[in-house]
């Protein structure tokens, strides 16, 4: 069974630093894509950033570009997001969700950890 | 960021058809697959509809999917209580971005 368990969220300041960790397991965790994609309270789903399996090709929306940095360590099987010089609008509940490079493609997904930017 | 824009909101009554739209450009569904979400209050999204119109196992094939040219579609037959949710297209764009919808939540009244 593919599990995707998120976890680094939590309360920060403006200006701070975080860094997410998605731990998946039940599937071969280097053979494929992952990405991130947030979801401010009581809004839309927003794309954040793609990485694929062997981690050479990286991709991020404009909204978190130069501030923040995909990674994975494919021998812990986990997926990461640095996020710096976070605003109020980084405000989001930021899901890791397994998937096809280039694509809309999000065939399992975490439960989210909750990120939250505020004085 | 591009964004795929869907209707705020649908509402059907029981076993009645209801349909989402989603409009895009050339850049992202005019050139790339769409793909659907169902995200249940509270839960994480769900790949209800792949490559415009495939379901995967276990979706009900009530739902179904559609495109043509820069727009697609999802619609939902036979419309139950279990589907009142928001709905999500998404897609690639060559922008080298992912893209969603703004949207859709439906309502069986």
């Known amino acids: 069974e593919v599990q995707l368990l998120e976890s680094g969220g939590g309360l920060i300041q403006p200006g701070g630093s975080l860094r997410l960790s998605c731990a998946a397991s039940?599937?071969?965790?280097?053979?494929?894509?992952m990405s991130w994609v947030r979801q401010a309270p009581g809004k839309g789903l927003e794309w954040v950033s793609g990485?694929?399996?062997?981690?050479?090709?990286?991709f991020y929306a404009d909204s978190v570009k130069g501030r923040s940095t995909i990674s994975r360590d494919n021998s812990k099987s986990t997926l990461y997001l640095q996020m710096n010089s976070l605003r109020a609008d980084d405000t989001a509940i930021y899901y890791c969700?397994?998937?096809?490079?280039?694509?809309?493609?999000?065939?399992?997904w975490g439960q989210g950890t909750l990120v939250t930017v505020s004085s | 960021q591009s964004v795929l824009t869907q209707p705020p909101s649908a509402s059907g009554t029981p076993g009645q058809r209801v349909t989402i739209s989603c409009s895009g450009s050339?850049?992202?569904?005019?050139?790339?697959?769409v793909y659907w979400y169902q995200q249940l209050p509270g839960t994480a999204p769900k790949l209800v509809i792949y490559?415009?119109?495939q379901r995967p196992s276990g979706v009900p094939d009530r739902f179904s999917g559609s495109k043509s040219g820069t727009s697609a579609s999802l619609a939902i037959s036979g419309l139950r209580s279990e589907d009142e949710a928001d709905y999500y297209c998404?897609?690639?764009?060559?922008?080298?971005?992912?893209?969603f919808g703004t949207g859709t939540k439906v309502t069986v009244l």
């Open positions: 969700a397994k998937s096809q490079f280039s694509s809309g493609w999000y065939d399992y």
């Open positions: 039940g599937f071969t965790f280097s053979s494929y894509d």
């Open positions: 990485i694929s399996g062997s981690g050479d090709t990286i």
């Open positions: 050339s850049s992202n569904i005019g050139s790339n697959y």
């Open positions: 490559n415009n119109n």
């Open positions: 998404a897609a690639w764009d060559d922008s080298l971005t992912g893209v």
